[in-house]
C-alpha cells in the first residue's frame, strides 16, 4: 500500500512517499480502507521527533481516519466489513490502510462526507475528555478556549455552547475571531491586541480554561481563573517551563491538570468513543454541529499539509484525501 512515512526527523518536507504491507487486524480489531486522514498538531509533533508513538502503535503519522472496514480482527462484533467508520487511530493514518481497536471507531454519522467524518474523532475525544471529563464544564459557567479556531478549538467552542457554556476564545486574528465567533463563542479575543487575563477579570474570571499555549500563558491563565476555576493543559506551543507562584492556587482554590489522548488505555478510550456516540453523535447527525474544515490536500502532499497547519494559516481541519 502507499503510505507517508517520516524519512527522518525534521521539517515538513521529510514526510514522504513510500510503500508498506497493509497491515492485518489483531484480535479485537479492524482494518479500515482509508478514505480520509485527518492531519492533527501531534502528527507534527511526532514528525519533528518530539513525540514518539507508544511501542505497539504503527511509526506512520495519523491519528484519525474515516473509511471502510476492510477486515476485522477475531472477537469483533460491532462491525462488518464494508461498514462506513471513522476512528481514532494509534498511528498509522497516513496510509491507505490502518489498523484500529474496534472499540475506538464510530459509525459516519448518517449525511456526512467522509472528508468531513476524517476530521472528527481526535477533536472530539480530546475535548471531551479534557473538557467535560477532567474539566467538569457546566452550563452556565465561562469557559476560555485558547488557539480557538484550531482543530480543537472549533469543536471545543461547539460542544462547550451547546452545552450552555459561556464560550471565550482567543485567536491570532480577526479572520480567526470571526470564526469564533460564528461557532457560538460570546466573545472572541485577538490575543496580538486584547489582553485576555484583563477581559476575562472584567467577566468575573474563567471557570474553566482549556490551554494549547502554556509558556507565558501558564501564570497569566491562573490570573484569568475565577476562584475555584480549573486549567486543564493540552499541549506546550510556547514551552512547558515555567516559573509560577503558586498562592492564588491555595488561596482562590484553582486546580491544574491536563491530559494527552494518545497514551491512555484502550478501555479509556474505548469509554470515550461510547460517551461520544451517546452525546456528541446524535449532533452530528443533526446538523447542530460539524467539523470545520479548512482543506484538502492528496495523501502525497501530506507535506504541503503540515506547511500549512504550522504556518497557521488554517481555520479548522486540514484533511489529506487517501482513496
Ligand atoms: N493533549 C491531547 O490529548 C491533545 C490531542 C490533540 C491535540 N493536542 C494539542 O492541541 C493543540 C491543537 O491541536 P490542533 O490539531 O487543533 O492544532 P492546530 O489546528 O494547528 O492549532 C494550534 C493553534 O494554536 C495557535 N497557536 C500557535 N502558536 C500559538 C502561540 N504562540 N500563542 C497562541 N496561540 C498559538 C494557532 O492559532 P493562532 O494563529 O491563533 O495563533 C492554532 O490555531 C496542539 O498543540 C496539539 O498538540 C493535544
Not at 477581559?199 to 480554561?209: P, Q, S, V
Not at 491536563?258 to 452530528?284: M, N
Amino acid at each position: 500500500m502507499t503510505v507517508v512515512e517520516i524519512s527522518q526527523y525534521g521539517g515538513p518536507e521529510v514526510l514522504k512517499p513510500a510503500t508498506a504491507p497493509v497491515p492485518e487486524p489483531g484480535p479485537g480489531q479492524i482494518l479500515i480502507r482509508v478514505a480520509y486522514a485527518g492531519v492533527n498538531r501531534p502528527d507534527a509533533l511526532q514528525r519533528a521527533g518530539n513525540y514518539a508513538p507508544p511501542a505497539d502503535a504503527s511509526p506512520l503519522p495519523g491519528l484519525e481516519a474515516s473509511g471502510h472496514v476492510a477486515a476485522i480482527g477475531e472477537g469483533v462484533t460491532r462491525w462488518a466489513v464494508g461498514d462506513a467508520v471513522t476512528a481514532l487511530l494509534p498511528g498509522g493514518g497516513y496510509a491507505e490502510y490502518a489498523v484500529t481497536d474496534a472499540a475506538h471507531a464510530l459509525p459516519v454519522p448518517e449525511g456526512m462526507s467522509m472528508d468531513r467524518a476524517a476530521a472528527l474523532c481526535e477533536t472530539a475525544f480530546t475535548v471531551w475528555t479534557n473538557v467535560f471529563m477532567r474539566g467538569g464544564l457546566q452550563a452556565g459557567e465561562r469557559f476560555l478556549v485558547h488557539g480557538g479556531s484550531s482543530g480543537i478549538g472549533t469543536m471545543a467552542i461547539q460542544l462547550a455552547t451547546l452545552h450552555g457554556a459561556r464560550v471565550f476564545a482567543t485567536a491570532g486574528s480577526a479572520e480567526k475571531c470571526e470564526a469564533c465567533l460564528g461557532l457560538g463563542a460570546e466573545r472572541a479575543l485577538n490575543y496580538r491586541d486584547v489582553d485576555f487575563v484583563e477581559a476575562m477579570k472584567a467577566e468575573g474570571g474563567a471557570d474553566l480554561i482549556l490551554d494549547m499555549v502554556g509558556g507565558s500563558y501558564i501564570p497569566r491563565n491562573l490570573d484569568a481563573l475565577a476562584n475555584d476555576g480549573r486549567l486543564v493543559q493540552i499541549a506546550f506551543l510556547q514551552g512547558s517551563t515555567v516559573e509560577l507562584n503558586m498562592t492564588q492556587v491555595m488561596t482562590r482554590r484553582l486546580t491544574i491538570t491536563g491530559s494527552t489522548l494518545r497514551p491512555q488505555s484502550s478501555v479509556a478510550k474505548a469509554a470515550i468513543a461510547r460517551a461520544l456516540e451517546d452525546k456528541v453523535w446524535p449532533h452530528l447527525v443533526s446538523g447542530r454541529i460539524g467539523p470545520v474544515m479548512d482543506s484538502e490536500f492528496a495523501l502525497t502532499d501530506a507535506s504541503k499539509a503540515h506547511a500549512r497547519m504550522e504556518g497557521s494559516l488554517h481555520i479548522g481541519k486540514v484533511v489529506l484525501k487517501v482513496s
